[in-house]
Structures are given as C-alpha cells and as structure tokens.
C-alpha cells in the first residue's frame, strides 16, 4: 500500500523530519475523526445511498436487470475504495487496487454509458448524505475512480466458447 | 426489482485478487517472498536467466528450445491448477460457474503482478479459429539471447498448456514475433495442430507476424 505518510516514514534513515513534515502528519492527525465518521456512514448507509440510484437506473434509465445489477456492483465496490482511500488520505489508492481491473470488466460487460449514469445519480446522492467539507474529503477519490471509468481502453474477451 | 442487499448477501465483492500491493507479501524473516495464501514466491534474478539460455545453448545447442518448451509446459500445468485453486477459493465458487471475463481479467492482472510483462487476448481471428496472444515486456526473451528466431519457448509452453486445459481441446502454440529478433513485443497464436502446420514453415523462413496471419486467413 503506497499510504501517502509513507515517505514521512520513510524518512529515518535520511534525517529527523522537519517542520513542515511534522504539520503534514498533524494535519492528517487532526482530519481522522471526521474521516472516520465520512467512513462509518458509507458503511453504515451502504444500502440505503445505493439503492435509490438502481430504482432510478431501472425504471427511468430502462435498463435491463443484469445490466442494472452489473453496474450497481461496480458502484458498490468503487464507493468501498473511495472510502478507503479516504480515510488513509491517500487517492493513489484507487487507482492500484483497480486500475488493471475495473476498466475492463466495463468494457467486458458493455456498462459505460449505465455507469456514468449511476455515478452522476450518485454524487447528488452522497450531497445529500454529506455535507460540502466531507465531500471534499471525498472528491480526490471519486475523481479518480471516475476516471478509470471512462478510461476503458483494453480489451478482454467475453467468450472462448466454441472457438476452436 | 433489482435489490442491492441481495447483491451484497455475504457482504463480500470480489474484484482483483491479483493486485500488485495485496498479493506478494514477504516472511522477511525466514528470508521467503510469498503471496496472499501464503504459497512461496521467488524472485529471479537477470544474470541467471541469462545463465540458463547461454547454459542450455551451449550443453544441448538447438535442442535447447525444445528444453524450454518442455519446461514451459511443465510450468503451465502447475501454473494453471494452482490459477484456478486461487481464483475458486477468492470466489469461493467452482472454476466453471466463473465468468470468462473475470477469469481473463485476473489472467492478465496475474502475469503483471508476478513481473512476467502484459499479456494481451487478441481475438481478431476468431472467427477462424485462432487465438492471438501478445506478451508485451517480456523479462523472458528480455534475457535470451538475440537470435534470427523466436526464443519465447517457456511461454509458448505455459500458453499452449493453459489455454489447452481452459477449453478442453489440444492446443498447439506457435510464436510469430518476438522481442530477441528485434520485434517490438512477443506474438503468439493457438490453434489445432493441423491448422497451424504452415504456420513454423513461415517462421522458419523469417516470415514477419502480419504476412503469417494474412497467409494464414487466406487459407481458411
């Protein structure tokens, strides 16, 4: 895991951390109760913020249901890693557990255009959830797992069925 | 109505098991690499892999890309049982009800993880009855020597092996380019034996991979 404190440290075998690392670290210190109670309630309301958006992306989206189910997965998983990241303060963390992986399970299973969809329906849902200062804490993240979303660029093959 | 309690029933939602930070972990202090069940990992080193090929070349001469090959497939069998018992254990559902996606998903997350380069699906030739695979930073050939034909020997046995017992059908493995002769990455393609015989005379002859597949799709 490449926490962002990580370089602090890494530091000991350089010298003493200077003035400005030691505010970093307290810095970070100082935002762990609020990351922790940002944190408590996407575990807390995992079901409840997600299941407005697939009642929305079924009945007005008209999407099939697996797609629907396909897609709310995705969400599920990305909003588990935001939140992770979150709380370690690190949105670098996004992108190595599921960059290599994400992209391409949209592309295998044709869920882009729903996908963006349900991450639109759920910034307005966690605005709702949250206040604009636990957004913020939130936003590198997303930001970041949205664009691995829309970087879908390899390709897998659904099938080898019947191939040879 | 699609629920998503239902969808989260033991809470659990699998993705990549073969990411980079989760899967090689160290027992640093019995000095052993391993990986997140706790299998034994090793790291080789260039210089031996590079011992290896000039070893071989020199103690069996030509023979030694059938050495390769054989060890190759040696590793693919292994390699391929031990790929499935991870993978249905992370799932925690049997190989055969896994998705194709997700299986070719952690395939290629699984050859990057362990430093064996980007391996790509190509599926242009399908409808032929061909599988394209591409290996792209190879550390293998990496170390062979240059040389006028291909030296992907290992990987072309774990392919054919791999990919044989993943459809059930005896698969035979051919490799067009590769990054020893000056290509820009290492080419693969699979297919029934019968099919790919045309196939080493166009290699042999120093054929480029393009001019072999064209060849091969006229033939039909």
């Not at chain 1, 100082?30 to 944190?39: C, G, L, Q, T, W």
């Not at chain 2, 090959?69 to 559902?93: I, M, S, V």
């Amino acid at each position: 895991m490449a926490f962002k404190l990580d370089t602090l440290f890494d530091a000991p075998d350089k010298k003493y951390l200077n003035a400005s690392d030691l505010s970093i670290l307290s810095q970070y210190v100082s935002s762990i109760p609020e990351r922790m109670a940002v944190y408590r309630t996407l575990r807390d309301q995992e079901v409840a913020i997600m299941q407005p958006i697939a009642d929305v992306l079924q009945q007005q989206g008209g999407h099939p249901e697996p797609m629907v189910e396909r897609s709310v997965r995705n969400g599920l998983m990305v909003l588990r890693y935001v939140a992770m990241a979150m709380l370690l303060d690190d949105d670098s963390f996004v992108e190595e557990r599921l960059q290599g992986w994400l992209p391409e399970m949209i592309k295998a299973y044709d869920t882009q255009a729903i996908d963006q969809q349900l991450f639109q329906l759920l910034e307005k849902q966690l605005s709702k959830v949250f206040s604009p200062a636990q957004l913020n804490l939130l936003k590198p993240s997303l930001e970041k797992a949205q664009g691995l979303m829309l970087n879908t660029r390899e390709t897998v093959t659904p099938t080898l069925a019947g191939l040879f | 109505m699609v629920s998503v309690a239902d969808l989260l029933t033991d809470g659990r939602l699998p993705s990549n098991y073969f990411a980079q930070d989760l899967y090689v972990r160290g027992l640093t202090e019995m000095g052993l690499l391993e990986n997140r069940r706790g299998d034994r990992l090793l790291a080789i080193p260039d210089p031996l892999l590079q011992a290896i090929y000039s070893g071989l070349e020199k103690e069996t001469g030509q023979a030694s890309h059938m050495v390769l090959y054989n060890c190759g497939r040696w590793w693919g069998k292994n390699f391929y049982a031990r790929f499935c018992e991870e993978l249905a254990d992370y799932y925690k559902q049997p190989m055969a009800s896994l998705a194709m996606a997700e299986f070719l998903q952690s395939l290629q997350q699984c050859w990057k993880t362990h430093g064996w380069g980007q391996i790509h699906l190509d599926i242009t030739y399908r409808d032929r009855g061909f599988l394209g695979v591409e290996i792209w930073h190879s550390p293998f050939t990496a170390a062979a020597p240059q040389a006028q034909k291909p030296s992907g020997d290992l990987e072309r046995g774990i392919l054919e092996i791999f990919f044989t017992q993943l459809t059930g059908r005896e698969l035979s493995c051919i490799q067009t380019s590769c990054t020893a002769k000056g290509d820009d990455c290492n080419r693969f393609v699979l297919g029934l034996e019968k099919r790919l015989q045309s196939v080493e005379t166009m290699v042999a002859n120093g054929q480029a991979h393009q001019a072999i597949m064209q060849t091969l799709m006229q033939q039909g």
